[in-house]
């Protein structure tokens, strides 16, 4: 991770953890500006003397806080929800920068967004397409759309995140699409603006987006033989980060495929990353409760667990685990496991550490899907979060009291 320093002492930017857990408490989700805005700079970096627009996967961590950092470098966002809109609005980001995603958006939703006058719908399916005219033409008004493709590409990744192959539910069929478009051109309350497709998140290799672009492009040239012109290609995310030794491309590297395949091109190009702008921007701090020696293992108990960060037990994924103070003390394997009453609830396996109770650890790379997925499990209040800029340290949501947790919940009568 950038911007995460320390021989004596772990410190994010320029404040020491230690003072973060001393000042919030934890487990604490703790977020680098810097990191984060280096992140973007990479990508606007790589887009540059294009015209193209990022837009922030909310999904990914959607923290007023956080949303507001991206708002404030002129970000656009990517939302999959009702909600995520009203948090984009409420953190100060402009909705005509919206791109809308997600099979199943409901009638409420697509009012909220037609009245909040988003850029743009990315279609799913023939039933959401009409339901969508209906919705616009109701309200007096047009939505303007794009369908998401599927292209059909393996991108090679996780199986529960790759999203752009043909046995996935993401998407329209690639040989339906065309006529999808024909259609939608002749409905009232639609307009056709442009064409989206993701393949998947954590992407390694930069081959399978360029090859998606390609599928994209081809369409986009059918299309416009038809009479459809549009006005973008939206690319969606999925770069992919570090969290282990994988080796990930740099921004330009990723993206030279993809912008090789629309050299020239009149469209404007849209994308959505989410995990490669936040993931390597945050941590878990967490305290370690317990050591527990075992027979067969030792355990790290902490008092972080798969309610706050659910990636290794759902996806059995990597984070690194770091001692926040280092020990001149003699290391043992530990797995890193929360309080949580599962046998799925570990944060890290058979890791080296020289650590003793009462000790921090900081879980890395859990800037992204880290918080957005964290649950009450166990009536757990769910962690804090610190944006760390520069010297200053801001909380950015503060730590849930358990009552919060069954305000809205009744007794009987
Ligand atoms: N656009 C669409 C339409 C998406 O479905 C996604 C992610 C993104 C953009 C952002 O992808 P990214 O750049 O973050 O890879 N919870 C999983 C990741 C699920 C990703 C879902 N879609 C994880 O923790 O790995």
Request: overall charge negative; some cysteine.
């Amino acid at each position: 991770m950038q911007h995460l320093t320390g021989t004596d002492a772990l410190r994010l930017e320029a404040v020491a953890l230690e003072a973060i857990a001393a000042q919030f408490g934890t487990p604490t989700y703790v977020y680098s500006r810097a990191a984060l805005t280096d992140a973007y700079h990479a990508y606007e970096h790589a887009l540059a003397g294009r015209r193209a627009t990022l837009c922030y996967a909310v999904k990914a961590n959607s923290n007023l806080g956080i949303l507001d950092a991206f708002a404030r470098l002129g970000a656009g966002f990517d939302i999959v929800s009702g909600g995520e809109l009203q948090r984009v609005i409420a953190a100060g980001g402009d909705p005509r920068k919206v791109v809308f995603s997600g099979v199943g958006k409901t009638r409420a939703e697509m009012r909220l967004a037609l009245a909040s006058n988003i850029r743009c719908f990315n279609i799913e399916s023939a039933e959401e397409l009409d339901r969508l005219a209906e919705t616009a033409q109701q309200g007096g008004t047009a939505a303007r759309v794009a369908f998401r493709v599927n292209p059909d590409v393996d991108p090679k990744t996780h199986p529960y995140i790759s999203t752009g192959l043909k046995s996935n539910k993401f998407g329209v069929a690639f040989e339906a699409a065309r006529g999808l478009y024909r259609r939608a051109a002749t409905l009232p309350g639609i307009e056709v603006v442009g064409i989206a497709s993701h393949i998947g998140s954590q992407l390694l290799d930069p081959a399978p987006a360029g090859e998606a672009a390609e599928r994209v492009l081809a369409l986009v040239e059918q299309l416009a033989g038809d009479g459809i012109a549009l006005q973008h290609i939206d690319i969606g995310g999925g770069m992919g980060i570090r969290y282990d030794d994988e080796t990930p491309p740099s921004a330009d590297d990723y993206l030279a495929p993809v912008l090789s395949v629309l050299a020239g091109r009149e469209e404007e190009i849209l994308l959505e990353p989410g995990r490669s702008l936040i993931g390597n921007a945050g941590l878990l701090l967490t305290r370690i409760e317990y050591l527990k020696p075992g027979e067969e293992k030792h355990f790290a108990i902490v008092d972080a667990a798969m309610n706050d960060l659910a990636r290794p037990a759902l996806y059995d994924a990597f984070h690194a685990v770091v001692p926040v103070t280092p020990r001149d003390l003699p290391a043992h394997t530990y797995d890193v496991v929360g309080p949580i009453c599962e046998s799925g609830d570990f944060l890290a396996r058979e890791r080296r550490l020289a650590v003793r109770s009462g000790d921090l650890l900081a879980i890395l790379s859990a800037g992204a899907y880290g918080m957005t997925m964290a649950s009450n499990y166990n009536t757990r209040p769910r962690a804090a979060e610190v944006m760390v800029d520069g010297a200053r340290c801001h909380l950015i949501r503060s730590r849930e009291r358990v009552e919060e947790l069954y305000a809205a919940e009744h007794r009987l009568p």
